[in-house]
């Protein structure tokens, strides 16, 4: 058999097209894009140019119109078909950005997860101080739309990184927020959020992780341990109370002569990689969190105009956004805020749209609620908390003691809490957060 003839070493074949540079392009990246498809068919001899609408603009489409509202009766059964919520929650659009609609130089130094980034249209922006002048700067936040739409009742972020502790304050102070509510741990399987407050002297006030760092937490002196520096911030703690899982930390937030007053909700009782057994202690954190923002907070501390007088009352309380972190900035922290919106649905209205509410966070901020079975446990709080209020309606309802329970209903709790144990997380998409 004879040997093919050699291709000749000197003159290389002709080239048609140049050749292109072979770039990776993450589905994440394929699905963000906002570009328009136009196609030429005038010489088909049909109408000039067509539109072909893409894959982002429908899925904001149906973000913007799916809906489900849920009576009592109907919640219930919705929360025990597990096939269908997941069938229904497939189907959501995840409204992921892509780094190419962030036009943000230089963000990704502060990003925890490179693939979860602030919507363009809803980010946080921080100004720089009046001392200060120059650029805006950028953090990882989304405002987030509340019951009924209302503008801006939350702000959405990313768990503080070391370098990014200044700016979450920054971001605190800058929206006159007084609640902060975080739901992760500093460590799981690895690092989920810096230490961003002072730590009590007592190290018996607060809740020690057994695989936290402890000598990260002892770097202050004994003196020091409940009054620190975070940037341009003097960050005191007041007091600490232990709750059923979570803790409470009240603190005070100073900038120069201008003093806030600030309170700290931590949920420590949501498992790494997984979700809570039951959905009490996140309806009593929903609970508290909701009494003491209708509460009267305590006024701000300013500076009087007076030359030679101290501080003195400020223009009133900080009713800013609620800032809610886990990680990521999207799972645990989309599932609080969905259930503190779907609380006030059923006690106002009776009725609750998990999936409508579920489209509007993802519309402020993708990828909120991260998985199936945050989806589903979801249902399962809000189920719960139907039932409650179904008892608290109830004939001659007693307000000195705690709710319970029809007694037609064979402990509720106890069989969310086998369904929710069923409920199996893919690592990989829960990792985060």
Known sequence: MSSPPAEDPVTPPPMTTPPRKASVVRLQERRGSNLSLLLDVSSLGAEPVCSVTTPKEVWLQLL????????????????????ALNVEYQKIPPNFVSAAELDVPGHTMKDRYKTILPN?????????????????????????????????AYIATQGPMVHTVADFWDMVWQERSSIIVMVTRLKENNEKCEVYWPQPRDGTERVVEEDEDQEELGRRQDGEED????GRFLLRVKDVQEKDGFTV???????????????????TS???????QCTAPLLRLVEEVETYRKSPVQPITAPDPRPGTGP?????????????????????????????????????GGRVDVLETVCQLRLDRGGMIQTTEQYQFLYSTLAQYSRQLQQQQGPEPNQNQPTTLPQNQQNPEEQVSAQLQNLQLDSKQSGRN
């Open 312 to 348: 003195g009352p400020g223009p009133g309380p900080c009713l800013g956004p609620i800032v809610v972190h886990c990680s990521a900035g999207i799972g645990r922290t989309g599932c609080f805020i969905a259930s503190s919106i779907g609380c006030r649905q059923l006690r106002d």
């Open 249 to 267: 930390t009240d603190m005070e937030i100073q900038l120069g002569p201008e003093r806030r007053s600030v309170r700290h909700y931590w949920f």
């Open 227 to 230: 009054t620190s520096r975070f």
């Open 120 to 152: 363009p249209e809803s980010r946080v922006v921080l100004r720089s101080p009046e001392e200060e002048a120059g650029p805006d700067r950028y953090i990882n936040a989304n405002y987030i739309r509340g019951y009924r739409g209302s503008s801006r």
């Open 270 to 276: 949501w498992p790494d990689h997984h979700i809570p």
């Open 64 to 83: 913007h119109t799916s809906t489900r509202p849920l009576d009592h009766q109907l919640l219930q059964e919705a929360a025990a078909d597990t096939s």
